[in-house]
């Protein structure tokens, strides 16, 4: 059995959900396909409810309104016969009456994670249905009645599993399951989810839980790439990456994942294949435990980062220093991202700044604290980097007068981190592009 997820582009226009159903006909065996709402849907739903939750009834009618002409338009062109284009019709407008209901009722958190699924849930049932119009057999596989999030809002993969493999039965013995990304239950049995983008963790989830022979995750770009396409011109998929360099990239920065995709699939080692709706051909990224040992792989980078200095002389030579300063950003539930020391200092960055000052507060009880905003993590991913004679020589000398901020390396065998001032991140990753992959532009 495969996985397959395709995001909100790849459904997000008629003729794209029909090439859709093309390339499953194309795919021989079982198949369970993930999909996300249609583009722009998730965002408009957000936007509704937060509408809702300020009182603003007036501007979320007008939101629902625009969206559900968005969606007689979408329905019209999907469906060939009179009969499903009635079909379609009637589905768009349960929904809408569903979301108009939601609005006049006392709007809340949970009626707003209830609006928030039905992005998917109409997706998957209007792709269900194009494919019926096509004779196509198929099943809908209710997210719902398996996907779920326990309290610390974490995926019981080994409950998802207990429950998938009854219900797969039930639906008979067909070759295409069609079920939605992103939607759950949490622990309440309330409609919940794996926060934005998460149909990718969707795919790999179910894949790990089936122990699927691969989860291919289908977007519109061919696969991941070397550097940020955004800022670097010339950059080129990368064919292989193991799952922890996958990690590493799409946790600093490359968009084409949703970072947590990977645990899943590792545990299980279920490869994931990232591929490309608009081009059917391009091999994409496979993702694996197959390593390579000695070689760059992928830059990526991240915005948006402070770094924190304490200095202390009292660090000198004193033992659970480093446990004293961690336990101040656990207790304000900040994740730290890189480390660096020396005998009497240590600095660390952050992404999240949402309790800097009462973090600088407690820190400034160990010694003087400098914090520096607008910083950006630089990270260049490669396999077995250690053993690569002259790694860092190539690294620095690619840079060259680069100011830089602080660097890590050895935490782990597959990365190099560099932080540094935003300003010099664009023409920073130039010039790696030019001196790791000997790209010149
Ligand atoms: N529809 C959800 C979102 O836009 C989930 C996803 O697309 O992965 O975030
Ligand atoms: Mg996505």
Redesign the pocket.
């Given at each position: 059995m495969q996985v397959l997820k395709f995001?909100?582009t790849s459904v997000g226009k008629p003729e794209r959900m029909k090439k859709i159903a093309d390339l499953l006909m194309a795919t021989p065996g079982k198949k369970i396909v993930v999909l996300?709402?249609l583009s722009g849907?998730?965002?408009a739903l957000v936007k509704i409810g937060e509408n809702l939750l300020a009182d603003s009834r007036g501007a979320a009618e007008r939101e629902i309104t625009s969206l559900e002409k968005h969606y007689g338009i979408f329905v019209r062109e999907l469906f060939s016969s009179e009969a499903y284009k009635a079909i379609g019709h009637e589905i768009v407008s349960r929904y809408f009456s569903l979301f108009r209901l939601l609005a006049a009722g006392k709007f809340d958190d949970r009626s707003l994670r209830e609006l928030l699924a039905q992005?998917?849930l109409i997706s998957t049932e209007l792709f269900y249905h194009h494919l019926q119009e096509r004779k196509i057999p198929s099943r809908l596989l209710p997210a719902l009645h398996f996907m779920s999030i326990d309290e610390n809002q974490e995926p019981e993969l080994e409950k998802i599993s207990e429950r998938l493999g009854p219900l797969i039965q039930t639906l008979g013995n067909v070759d295409l399951l069609v079920t939605q990304?992103?939607i759950c239950r949490n622990h309440k049995n309330e409609i919940d989810?794996?926060?934005?983008?998460?149909?990718?963790y969707?795919a790999s989830l179910i894949g790990a839980a089936i122990k699927a022979t691969e989860v291919q995750i289908w977007t519109d770009i061919d696969g991941m790439h070397n550097n940020d396409p955004r800022i670097v011109k010339k950059t080129f998929p990368i064919a292989e990456l193991t799952f922890d360099e996958a990690s590493e990239l799409a946790y600093f920065g490359a968009k084409i994942l949703?970072p947590s995709t990977i645990v899943p699939a590792q545990k299980y080692s279920v490869p994931v294949r990232l591929k490309n709706t608009m081009d059917e051909k391009a091999a994409g990224t496979l993702i694996s435990n197959k390593g390579t040992r000695g070689e760059f792989k992928a830059i990526a980078a991240k915005d948006g980062i402070t770094s924190i200095s304490i200095k202390s002389s009292r660090m000198l030579l004193a033992y659970g220093f480093l446990r004293r300063v961690f336990e101040v950003f656990e207790k304000f539930k900040t994740p730290i991202d890189v480390v660096s020391t020396s005998e009497v200092a240590v600095s660390v960055t952050i992404d999240d700044n949402t309790f800097l000052p009462q973090i600088e507060d407690e820190l400034r009880s160990f010694g003087s604290i400098e914090v520096d905003k607008n910083l950006s993590i630089i990270c260049i991913v490669g396999s077995r980097l250690s053993e690569k004679e002259g790694v860092l020589k190539q690294v620095f000398e690619s840079l060259g007068t680069t100011p830089i901020r602080m660097v890590s390396f050895g935490g782990s065998n597959n990365n190099i981190t560099i932080v540094l001032d935003t300003a010099g991140k664009d023409k920073a990753l130039n010039l790696l592009n030019e001196g790791l992959f000997n790209i010149h532009s």
């Open positions: 995001g909100g996300s709402a849907t998730t965002n992005g998917e990304g992103y989810n794996l926060k934005r983008g998460g149909s990718d969707t949703h």
